[in-house]
């Protein structure tokens, strides 16, 4: 590969703040950098100009199509393309783009889940363009970040929630600056950097495998004899394969905007990591989805197959995904940094505050934004936090919080009471130690990074929860401060109050201990260990509240998105279990037949010879290979009733709720069966590759 020109390359492909400075006119660039920076609304005149501008760039750069790009409830990203060809007239044709075209789309869109908000007979669902995500090019298509809705107006997608969460704690964020003295600030965004793990498999041995193909993770597989107890994979030199592949995903991300900034392998073999520098949760969440589609295309042309999956193989650790979160004004104000004043410190201290109340009032949501079958195998696992929602707040934190709360002070030389507004705190360490990798949601020095994320998750669900939640506490804060006669001292009262009431939610020991299950449940903390268990709470009644105030979402869009993941939920584990039963059934069952008849002609064979020829390793392996047999087989059958008696339940609560207590138990022991023959059966007699060749082989 010729060496490229990275800084000319960065962003080549992004419409962006450059670009746009260059090809508008003043008036009209203007406008629109009110509307991305301040979330003002789009005067609909400039809509063509910008179009235009943005076409005419786009086709320079050798783009002949453009898409309305979008989030539907999938999960995965939507497109669907159209030329700018128009015939001009006099049988030739020209480009064009109006601003209509920019501003509204309507795709063909009856198919995507809605959760009962769209009826058949009125289908459509419109695409609208957000100007606050930069446009782009990839593969000659201009893509054009959009929101979804339904022709009432109802959210379809994964964006409008979080434009929306984001509105929400700007207002009540810089209701609290103000109180502060601050006057400068006029937007308040949230910022996120989300570290992506994956794994890279070959793509050979992955189209051999239906469970892969179909289901992203492993079905079946009994443990490689080397796992991840080396830790030599941590860290490790990378291999020269995974090494180019990095390469060209870097370059990749880099025309998009997209500023990949670590690449490093992780602790399971064939795991890897990519983090990107943080920038505002919605252009973070776009670049995440766009992430993650050049990663699997990357590894693609380079021979290989990456793997999102939260949890692709078993006895090794899955992948996750950290959200690295933060909220700064736009005058570049940290608001998690502790700073260096009394003033900056009390401000910091308050933010801080209102992030565990919300945690500790709102673990529900948090987890349930978390939540997927994929997931559940993760959670509680050896490599991820458990389902119990606790912060980390480090020592030293904790004790400044302490003191606050019994009036003390907080360091043996200092002997005076600790006062919000008047002491200088020290400067907390930044987590690089591994005392607090246990943690799932945990300070880091200037933001917090809540690490129950599941690899493939969009992350835009988890920062909407974030941003609503905190926007919900500083919207308290602010009624309280703001009829204080001496803010100081209502600003002392309030942390003390609001610190004691919710310190349960602070734990920074061992989150995987067993002791720590025991603990949580004495504090009270929700243990909801399954997504069956959680997603109920995301519309328990004071959540419906809590959304509607802020107008996050409206009590229709609640009940569809909870239908729409509790119908996931299940449909993926049904997905799951037919699978299963194809693979046992056509691929397992017949495998062992094959090996045993040949272990069977061996032994007869040999007792035919006479002699002293012993058959006992042929017969011993043989009874034990039926004993597994009869047991998938049944076990099968059990899973094919299951999966009868699933389809005749029509209530989504009820169906999940089967899924976890008979369907997940069958696969287990389904799975149990398979994994035990497949260490008696020779490998020749195997029908399709194996941890180890899955895991060593790249
Ligand atoms: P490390 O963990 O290697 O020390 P950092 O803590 O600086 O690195 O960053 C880890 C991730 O957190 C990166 O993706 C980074 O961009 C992101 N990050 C850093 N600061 C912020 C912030 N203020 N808001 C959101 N994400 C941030
Ligand atoms: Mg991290």
Redesign the pocket.
Do not use: L, Q, R, Y
């Given at each position: 590969m010729n060496h490229p020109n990275v800084p000319e390359l960065f962003g080549s492909m992004v419409f962006n703040d450059a670009v746009m400075k260059e090809r508008l006119p003043k008036e009209v660039y203007r406008a629109l950098v009110r509307t991305m920076e301040l979330g003002k609304k789009l005067d609909p005149s400039i809509a063509n100009v910008v179009a235009n501008a943005m076409k005419d760039w786009a086709v320079e750069k050798g783009a002949t199509h453009f898409t309305h790009w979008f989030q539907p409830m999938t999960g995965i990203t939507a497109e669907k393309h159209d030329s700018f060809l128009s015939p001009d007239g006099n049988s030739s044709i020209i480009m064009e783009f109006s601003g209509k075209e920019l501003v509204k789309g309507e795709p063909d869109a009856s198919s995507f889940p809605s959760g009962g908000l769209r009826a058949t007979f009125e289908a459509r669902g419109y695409t609208a363009w957000d100007p606050s995500s930069y446009a782009f090019i990839k593969d000659n298509t201009l893509y054009i970040p959009t929101v979804f809705y339904s022709y009432g107006g109802e959210a379809l997608d994964k964006k409008t929630p979080l434009l929306r969460s984001m509105e929400a704690i700007n207002r009540e964020a810089l209701r609290i600056l103000r109180l502060f003295g601050d006057t400068q600030s006029t937007r308040v965004t949230t910022?996120?950097?989300p570290?992506q793990e994956y794994f890279l498999i070959d793509k050979e041995l992955y189209l051999q495998r239906e469970d892969l193909r179909l289901c992203g993770r492993t079905l079946f597989g009994a443990p490689a004899p080397k796992g991840q107890e080396l830790e030599d994979h941590y860290f490790g030199t990378i291999r020269p394969r995974v090494a180019a592949f990095m390469r060209d995903l870097d370059l990749e991300l880099w025309k998009v905007g997209v500023f990949a900034k670590t690449e490093h392998n992780e602790v399971a073999p064939a795991q890897h990591e990519l983090?990107?520098?943080?920038t505002n949760t919605n252009i973070a969440t776009d670049q995440n989805q766009l992430t993650m589609e050049i990663m699997k295309k990357v590894a693609d042309r380079h021979g290989l197959n990456c793997l999102l999956h939260e949890k692709p193989f078993e006895g090794v650790n899955g992948s996750g995904k950290h959200n690295?979160?933060?909220i700064s004004t736009n005058t570049g104000v940290?608001l998690l940094d502790p700073g260096d004043s009394p003033r900056e410190n009390a401000q910091f201290l308050l933010f801080l505050t209102a992030v565990i109340k919300a945690v500790d009032e709102y673990s529900d949501l948090l987890r349930v934004s978390v939540a997927s079958a994929g997931n559940d195998h993760r959670l509680g696992a050896n490599e991820a936090p458990p389902a119990i929602i606790s912060i980390f707040l480090g020592d030293e934190l904790t004790a400044v919080l302490d003191s606050i709360e019994t009036g003390s002070s907080y360091n043996q030389k200092d002997k005076t009471e600790l006062k919000v507004g008047v002491h200088i705190l020290p400067r907390f360490p930044?987590d690089?130690t591994d005392r607090n990798r246990t943690s799932p949601f945990a300070f880091?020095g200037?933001?917090f990074e809540f690490r129950m994320l599941g690899s493939g998750l969009s992350i835009s669900g988890p920062n909407v929860i974030l941003n609503t939640i905190v926007a919900e506490e500083l919207s308290q804060f602010a009624d309280e401060l703001e009829k204080a006669d001496d803010f100081n001292s209502a600003l002392n009262e309030l942390i003390r109050r609001v610190y004691r009431e919710h310190k349960r939610i602070i734990f920074n020991g061992n989150n995987y201990s067993a002791e720590w299950e025991e603990e949580a449940a004495r504090r009270g903390l929700p243990n909801l260990r399954t997504t069956a268990d959680a997603l109920p709470s995301f519309i328990a009644e004071k959540n419906i509240k809590l959304f509607t105030k802020h107008k996050i979402f409206t009590e229709a869009e609640l009940h569809s998105r909870y239908e729409i993941n509790m119908e996931d939920y299940c449909k993926k584990l049904s997905i799951e279990a037919l699978t299963m039963v194809d693979m046992a059934k056509k691929q397992i069952l017949p495998a062992i037949t094959k090996y045993s008849y040949y272990m069977t002609e061996t032994a007869l064979n040999k007792k035919a010879l006479g002699g002293n020829i012993c058959c006992s390793y042929e017969v011993n392996t043989l009874e034990k290979l039926s004993s597994c047999a009869d047991t998938l087989m049944r076990q099968v059958q059990s899973l094919e009733a299951d999966l009868e008696s699933l389809r005749s339940i029509s209530d989504t609560t009820a169906a999940a709720d089967f899924c976890k207590k008979n369907l997940l138990h069958d696969m287990d022991e389904t799975r149990a069966a398979a994994d035990r023959a497949e260490t008696l059966t020779a490998k020749e007699y195997w029908p399709f590759p194996n941890y180890t060749d899955l895991l060593y082989s790249v």
């Open positions: 910022t996120v950097g570290e983090a990107p520098v943080f690295n979160w933060s940290n930044k690089t880091t200037n933001k």
